[in-house]
């Protein structure tokens, strides 16, 4: 835990709103080897997950979940994700020499809890010579959804605040659009041209809070499963992480897939 901690408070010392630039370079003592350029053949993944305001990581191998510890953490994700890691790795007396790569959820989502997973999982990648799969956020969501279809659409919804959330539309496990940020009440004419007049099962942490525009927007289209508010969970990544191991990337290549940047602050005269 320790390592762990000392790796993610090096890093962020040597980054710039928490992101380490393309242009900087980790130091010669955390590479041993350089990176190949072939992703090794190997069945563990370490999946961090930190998009809402749930904290997870999960550890897979193969398609076989070995651990998984999630917390509900609001915005202290700083706090409780070496814990987390930690608990994993210690659980199944596994070391991070151990990892074939990570899997870390990019985006969209909350700015300063996906900046704190990326940068943890940096922090892992640099130390130990791994690259990262990155997964986006909605692509999490959607596999977390227990009902599988692969007939039925979906639009998993993720709260981009300000009367918006963030979407795509799915077949299934496909995604069929690029994702986009819409107001609630506008969100059948992301639904309407490919589905016509076909039902559309909408989940996700932001389904309830929204539940009043979607109804007015999607009408009897609009079906929800018996508990709507489901978060992205460590497992999907885990598992959608490896599916996906072969695009995995270089940590210094990753930044965060925001959708919509942060709001700029006018500096203090």
Same mark, same amino acid.
């Given at each position: 835990?320790?390592?762990?901690?000392?790796?993610?408070?090096?890093?962020?010392?040597?980054?710039?709103?928490?992101?380490?630039?393309?242009?900087?370079?980790?130091?010669?003592?955390?590479?041993?080897?350089?990176?190949?350029?072939?992703?090794?053949?190997?069945?563990?993944?370490?999946?961090?997950?930190?998009?809402?305001?749930?904290?997870?990581?999960?550890?897979?191998?193969?398609? !076989?979940?070995? %651990?998984?510890? *999630? =917390?509900?953490?609001? &915005?202290?994700?700083?706090?409780?994700?070496?814990? @987390?890691?930690? /608990?994993?790795?210690?659980?199944?007396? !596994?070391?991070? %020499?151990?990892? *074939? =790569?990570?899997?870390? &959820?990019?985006?969209?989502?909350?700015?300063?809890? @996906?900046?704190? /997973?990326?940068?943890?999982?940096?922090?892992?990648?640099? %130390?130990?010579?791994?690259?990262?799969?990155?997964?986006?956020?909605?692509?999490?969501?959607?596999?977390?959804?227990?009902?599988?279809?692969?007939?039925?659409?979906?639009?998993?919804?993720?709260?981009?605040?300000?009367?918006?959330?963030?979407?795509?539309?799915?077949?299934?496990?496909?995604?069929?659009?690029?994702?986009?940020?819409?107001?609630?009440?506008?969100?059948?004419?992301?639904?309407?041209?490919?589905?016509?007049?076909?039902?559309?099962?909408?989940?996700?942490?932001?389904?309830?809070?929204?539940?009043?525009?979607?109804?007015?927007?999607?009408?009897?289209?609009?079906?929800?499963?018996?508990?709507?508010?489901?978060?992205?969970?460590?497992?999907?990544?885990?598992?959608?992480?490896?599916?996906?191991?072969?695009?995995?990337?270089?940590?210094?290549?990753?930044?965060?897939?925001?959708?919509?940047?942060?709001?700029?602050?006018?500096?203090?005269?």
């Amino acid at each position: 835990m320790v390592r762990t901690r000392w790796l993610a408070a090096r890093y962020a010392e040597s980054s710039r709103d928490g992101v380490r630039s393309r242009q900087s370079s980790p130091s010669p003592d955390n590479y041993q080897r350089p990176y190949p350029e072939e992703v090794e053949v190997s069945d563990l993944v370490l999946a961090i997950e930190t998009s809402s305001i749930w904290t997870g990581v999960a550890l897979a191998e193969k398609d !076989k979940i070995l %651990a998984e510890r *999630s =917390v509900e953490s609001r &915005s202290r994700h700083n706090e409780v994700l070496s814990g @987390l890691i930690q /608990g994993v790795m210690d659980q199944t007396a !596994k070391d991070f %020499a151990d990892l *074939s =790569v990570l899997g870390v &959820s990019i985006g969209p989502g909350s700015f300063t809890a @996906l900046r704190i /997973g990326l940068l943890f999982a940096k922090g892992i990648a640099f %130390a130990h010579s791994l690259k990262i799969v990155p997964v986006m956020t909605l692509d999490v969501l959607n596999a977390s959804l227990e009902i599988q279809d692969d007939l039925e659409f979906r639009l998993p919804v993720l709260d981009a605040y300000k009367g918006e959330v963030f979407t795509a539309l799915y077949r299934g496990s496909k995604r069929v659009s690029e994702p986009v940020i819409v107001d609630p009440a506008f969100i059948a004419s992301l639904a309407g041209s490919p589905v016509h007049t076909e039902p559309v099962r909408v989940f996700g942490p932001a389904s309830l809070k929204y539940e009043g525009s979607l109804r007015a927007s999607l009408g009897e289209r609009l079906h929800m499963p018996e508990d709507p508010q489901i978060a992205p969970t460590p497992s999907a990544l885990a598992l959608l992480a490896y599916e996906r191991r072969k695009d995995a990337q270089d940590p210094a290549d990753l930044e965060p897939f925001y959708l919509r940047m942060p709001d700029a602050k006018k500096p203090k005269p």
